[in-house]
């Protein structure tokens, strides 16, 4: 079946830091793959997606490769700001409306 | 602002009452879905719609019924509400067009708490 993994959190950083969120995946087929951002008291926004390997899907200086060969989509960002508070979601989606979301990195960045 | 609408925004409910959380989106998606997010657990698909008059059921369909009589509106019917209900509850929707498959647009939100 599909799932996905994200490393556990919570992870604090001080701005600036370089993030990784790990996301490893298991699908049958060839998914797409999706970042998504839920600041605090909102819903998920979509940060990123990338729909076929080796495609490198980037947003607000976050980025994520599709890697099919480790099966992982982590997310990265080079200089974390405060306002980068957050809890990030990892997703698949490989047939019409079966989303299969991971657990949730809560992301806290600290001036 | 185009998007997916929930009201309310908070809810208490006692046990055993009945309610429906609304859900509208004005981008003409064919696809909608209600989840429930609870602390460790992610998002779980509760029920979907492909389409006006089709829905199905998701992961944890247990006590809510669900309706898509139009294309805008997805309203979720909690039968009678349990504590193992209060959570958070999202409405998404999204595009079925094209090959890449697009992603959800989410809505904001409804906290449940059944007391």
């Known amino acids: 079946g599909n799932s996905v993994t994200q490393m556990e959190g919570p992870v604090t950083l001080s701005e600036e830091a370089f993030l990784t969120i790990n996301c490893t995946y298991t699908a049958t087929g060839y998914p797409s793959l999706f970042w998504y951002v839920q600041y605090p008291g909102e819903g998920l926004q979509l940060l990123l997606k990338a729909t076929k390997a080796d495609d490198k899907g980037s947003n607000k200086g976050f980025e994520a490769t599709y890697r099919k060969e480790t099966t992982s989509f982590h997310l990265e960002k080079g200089s974390v700001q405060v306002s980068d508070s957050a809890v990030y979601f990892c997703?698949?989606?490989?047939?019409?409306?079966?989303?299969?979301f991971g657990t949730g990195t809560s992301l806290t960045v600290i001036p | 602002n185009a998007g997916v609408t929930q009201t309310p925004k908070f809810q208490v409910l006692k046990t055993g009452q009945s309610m429906t959380l609304q859900c509208a989106q004005d981008?003409?998606?064919?696809?909608m879905s209600w989840y429930r997010q609870d602390p460790g657990m992610g998002l779980r698909l509760i029920h979907y719609?492909?389409?006006?008059?089709?829905?199905d059921q998701g992961e944890v369909p247990n006590g809510y019924n669900v309706s898509r009589s139009t294309t805008e509106d997805f309203p979720l019917r909690l039968l009678s509400a349990a504590p193992s209900q209060t959570s958070v509850y999202f409405c998404a929707s999204r595009t079925g067009q094209g090959v890449a498959i697009s992603g959800y647009t989410f809505g904001s939100g409804t906290r449940l708490t059944v007391v």
């Open positions: 981008m003409n998606h064919e696809y």
């Open positions: 719609s492909v389409g006006a008059g089709i829905t």
């Open positions: 997703a698949l989606s490989e047939v019409a409306n079966q989303f299969y």
